[in-house]
């Protein structure tokens, strides 16, 4: 079979998955399932362009993906005037003195000559500035933290629409990722993958314990939505008529209509992305990337800044990543960094890269609407297919019970047994690279 006839083939397969769940179950719940695979898709796709362009071993996706989500929630919540009164101020200049710490002990370094009078230099630049610091962070957060904390007990965002927040979100990811990358590109891949790995533990970990920031993980609900919400639809008189004009019921179909919007946005946005992705693989960036990848010492060789190129593409792919967070963000309508397990969901994304095909684009977006597909859908199959299964033992049998309870741990099976299947007979992915 050849690759033009198996990948549109392989893309209207997974497509029939999700309409037979519409059909079987509900198009409500399938329409849930897309909106969270196309979001699963453009993860994979930030992660295809650092492992399948560069060869970078990125395991701390899931610290991208909650800064993302943050920039929605900075951009798109109100401000709470009354925490900004009582210590925004204070924690802004806070987080300036530590900046100008930062920035003031590079400068330090690099022009001072080395010896012990540079060394105790730095150490004493660094002790004064972190104290000034903390004196005048630390009473802001306090005083922020303080009003009203059952509810707010942050100082919000900006208020302005929840659109402008993906972005921000990308960019937000972007500058972690150049942090990143500037210290730990010049490890070996295994390294690297536990760099990653820690910083996006530290990410989270930050998001859950500076209440000031986003509520730690007292969370944020109420995001505005870019999409009109259900209530509204359902007390339109001209939505309402029309849905029994055509024979539904207008409850059930506001909920389609939004998830379609949802659908109809995120799908512009991974449109946007394969064309970017594909145009930059097929240019001469592209495959220099790939000949950096394929050969360092090589590419090197032949006067290519190998550590440049790696930095520009872990930046890259992270602020994907970033992205697909912010958009993930308001799909939910809320923010929980306490669901942000960086392990677990990250090697989710990257059963999509490798099972659809690494260093393929359209492989990376095929393998985020499978697994995704599967990792929902396999749990309540699992149920079915236990209750089955132990339909002739007793109701008190042992037996059955640990049966039906075990049907939960189907998914992470599933997994297991889908990456040996795919690795065994197409290690390259569904639809390899050329």
């Known amino acids: ?184 590109l010049g490890l070996r891949s295994d390294y690297l993958a536990i760099a990653t790995l820690g910083i996006a533990e530290i990410i989270i970990a930050v998001m859950k314990n500076e209440d000031w920031l986003a509520r730690g993980v007292k969370n944020i609900i109420g995001l505005p939505r870019p999409v009109p919400y259900e209530i509204d639809l359902q007390e339109s008189p001209a939505f309402v008529e029309r849905m029994q004009g055509w024979g539904a019921d207008p409850v059930t179909a506001s909920s389609v209509v939004v ?72 799909l939910d309508g809320q923010l929980t960094p306490g669901s942000y397990q960086p392990l677990r969901f990250t090697f989710l994304i990257w059963v999509m890269v490798i099972v659809g095909g690494s260093g393929n684009n359209l492989g990376a977006v095929l393998g985020g609407f499978l697994i995704w597909f599967l990792w929902v859908q396999v749990e309540p199959m699992g149920q079915w297919m236990m209750n089955l299964v132990s339909s002739g033992l007793d109701e008190g049998s042992p037996l059955k019970a640990h049966l039906i309870e075990s049907a939960a741990h189907m998914r992470l099976l599933t997994m297991g047994i889908v990456l040996l299947v795919v690795l065994r007979f197409a290690p390259r992915g569904l639809i390899p690279e050329k």
Not at 157 to 166: A, F, K, R, T, V
């Open 1 to 184: 079979m050849t690759q033009s006839f198996k990948t549109p083939l392989l893309f209207a397969l997974v497509g029939a998955m999700f309409i037979f769940t519409g059909f079987t179950s509900s198009w409500n719940s399938a329409l849930s399932i897309f909106n969270m695979g196309l979001i699963s898709a453009i993860m994979a796709l930030g992660v295809n362009m650092q492992w399948g362009y560069a060869g970078l071993f990125n395991v701390g996706v899931m610290g991208f993906v909650a800064l993302g989500g943050l920039g929605a929630v900075l951009v798109g919540m109100p401000p709470v005037a009354e925490a900004w009164a009582a210590g925004g101020v204070r924690i802004m200049l806070g987080l300036l003195l530590a900046l100008a710490t930062i920035i003031g002990a590079v400068q330090l370094w690099q022009r001072m000559a080395p010896g012990r009078t540079r060394g105790v230099a730095m150490a004493a630049l660094l002790v004064i500035g972190f104290f000034a610091f903390r004196a005048v962070f630390d009473g802001g957060v306090a005083a922020v933290e303080a009003v009203n904390p059952a509810v707010t007990g942050n100082l919000g965002g900006l208020g302005w629409p929840i659109l402008i927040g993906w972005p921000v979100g990308g960019v937000l990811a972007a500058g972690a990722a150049w942090i990143v990358g500037k210290t730990a």
């Open 259 to 330: 998830k379609l919007a949802y659908a109809g946005l995120f799908g512009v946005v991974l449109i946007l992305l394969i064309w970017l992705t594909q145009s930059a693989l097929k240019s001469p960036w592209g495959r220099m990337m790939c000949a950096i990848r394929d050969n360092e010492i090589a590419a090197e060789a032949m006067g290519k800044d190998v550590t440049g190129r790696h930095l520009q593409v872990f930046i890259l792919g992270s602020a994907i990543c970033g992205l697909a967070g912010a958009m993930m963000t308001t």
